[in-house]
């Protein structure tokens, strides 16, 4: 079993800045491939970003490009999103998962936290 735990979401205005983080549990996170998911009201769940196994290789959803930015400290046992140039449709529940072996879908994904709300006004 591994416990995520994510943490830094909030409220911001548009043009604002946020850094998510997921907590790991374990000594086993580096040999997890990871990804950030949210999911907005009325909306399905959907892929973020995702990033390797030792961080060499990463993921985006096309409208976060450029302005979003995925990383991980192994050392730390911890994954990041920097979230810049926030829009009000950025704003949803945010989950950090862990073991994707499908990195852009939600069932490729063995663990997950139990997200973090992030909220942007115009």
């Known amino acids: 079993q591994v416990q995520l735990v994510e943490s830094g979401g909030g409220l911001v205005q548009a043009g604002g800045s946020l850094r998510l983080s997921c907590a790991a549990s374990?000594?086993?996170?580096?040999?997890?491939?990871m990804g950030w998911f949210r999911q907005a009201p009325g909306k399905e769940r959907e892929f973020v970003a995702a990033?390797?196994?030792?961080?060499?290789?990463?993921r985006y959803l096309d409208s976060v490009k450029g302005r979003f930015t995925i990383s991980r400290d192994d050392a730390k046992n911890t994954m990041y999103l920097q979230m810049n140039s926030l829009k009000p449709e950025d704003t949803a529940v945010y989950y950090c998962?862990?073991?994707?072996?499908?990195?852009?879908?939600?069932?490729?994904?063995?663990?997950w936290g139990q997200g973090t709300q992030v909220t942007v006004s115009s």
């Open positions: 990033i390797s196994t030792g961080g060499g290789s990463s």
């Open positions: 998962a862990a073991d994707g072996g499908v990195v852009l879908k939600t069932t490729g994904y063995k663990y």
């Open positions: 374990g000594r086993t996170f580096r040999f997890y491939t």
